[in-house]
């Protein structure tokens, strides 16, 4: 069993920074990879980023250069890093993590680019 809880998200102006963080608790050490996801209004949830237990990095193309994927697993945490946000950055953000054949999901984190 595995729980995640985000933090981090906010109002943010065009161009600014956030960090989200996501505190994983219950197996940890099993999971493999780490995700985060996004879900903007009246569209599907999609991929940002993922690392891996081994460090492989994957990103979206819409947000590679401007989005860090990080994981400290002697905190038992996953951040994201974005830098040079644009409006359509706008939705909720979701961290994920696959144990196995399971996806566990945290309850998400509201991220708002606006000026």
């Known amino acids: 069993q595995v729980q995640l809880v985000e933090s981090g998200g906010g109002l943010v102006q065009p161009g600014g920074s956030l960090r989200l963080s996501c505190a994983a608790s219950?197996?940890?050490?099993?999971?493999?990879?780490v995700a985060w996801y996004r879900q903007a209004p009246g569209k599907q949830r999609e991929l940002v980023a993922s690392i891996t237990t081994g460090g492989t990095l994957n990103y979206a193309g819409s947000v590679e250069s401007r989005l860090t994927i990080s994981r400290d697993n002697t905190k038992n945490m996953v951040y994201l890093q974005m830098n040079g946000l644009k409006p359509e950055d706008t939705a909720v953000y979701y961290c994920?993590?696959?144990?196995?054949?399971?996806?566990?999901w945290g309850q998400g984190t509201q991220v708002t680019v606006s000026s």
């Open positions: 994920s993590g696959t144990v196995g054949r399971l996806d566990y």
């Open positions: 219950g197996s940890v050490f099993s999971i493999n990879p």
